[in-house]
């Protein structure tokens, strides 16, 4: 595991720079995730090490495989200065322990719910789980291991994760990309949903 997260790190650093800050939480019962924070002009990237230390398990499998499965870590990126982003840390942290804690497969088109927000005064609770390989490229681990992704999180108003659970996170992103949505503005009302 230790040398899975040295590659992920890696390759984190390697796409993002140098980390300015870093945070850890280990929660009873779970391995320690670090959220790393990534300083890029006015953007700030919050990205978590540690979710990909083994791989995500099928809730249903009588047992859980400790080789094959997805892996994959998590990258939020807001802008700088509009809020408190960093009291996410934590949150993060709990969202990347949940395949761990809840048995749970993050991947693209997943919501993920905290019941709180983000951090403090923000206007969401929940995030979308996007396509990977973009700001970040996948990292290829070695034979019959999954390769980790590297999945952005998209913030979610309560009513944007409504109107996702009826129409289903790809008519979410479009109704996004046709009202020029800033997914990274911290302060950011709800795209209208009529």
Not at 37 to 48: M, N, P, Q
Not at 122 to 146: I, K, R
Request: hydrophobic residues 45%.
């Amino acid at each position: 595991m230790a040398e899975i997260l040295a590659l992920v790190e890696a390759r984190l650093i390697s796409a993002l720079g140098e980390p300015d800050a870093r945070a850890d939480v280990t929660f009873l019962g779970t391995d320690r995730i670090e959220v790393l924070r990534f300083l890029d002009g006015d953007i700030v990237r919050y990205a978590t090490l540690g979710m990909s230390g083994a791989p995500m398990a099928d809730p249903t499998a009588p047992l859980a495989d400790p080789v094959k499965g997805p892996r994959a870590e998590l990258v939020l990126s807001v802008r700088g200065g509009l809020a408190d982003t960093d009291q996410v840390l934590r949150p993060l942290a709990v969202l990347a322990a949940s395949p761990q804690v809840e048995g749970l497969i993050v991947a693209p088109g997943a919501s993920l719910d905290l019941g709180e927000p983000l951090w403090t005064g923000a206007p969401f609770t929940s995030v979308l789980v996007a396509e990977g390989g973009g700001l970040v490229e996948d990292l290829e681990l070695d034979e019959p291991m999954d390769p980790v992704r590297f999945l952005p999180l998209l913030p979610m108003t309560h009513n944007e994760a409504a109107w996702k659970r009826v129409r289903g996170a790809q008519e979410l992103q479009e109704r996004w990309l046709t009202h020029g949505t800033d997914l990274r503005d911290p302060l950011r009302t709800s795209v209208p949903l009529d």
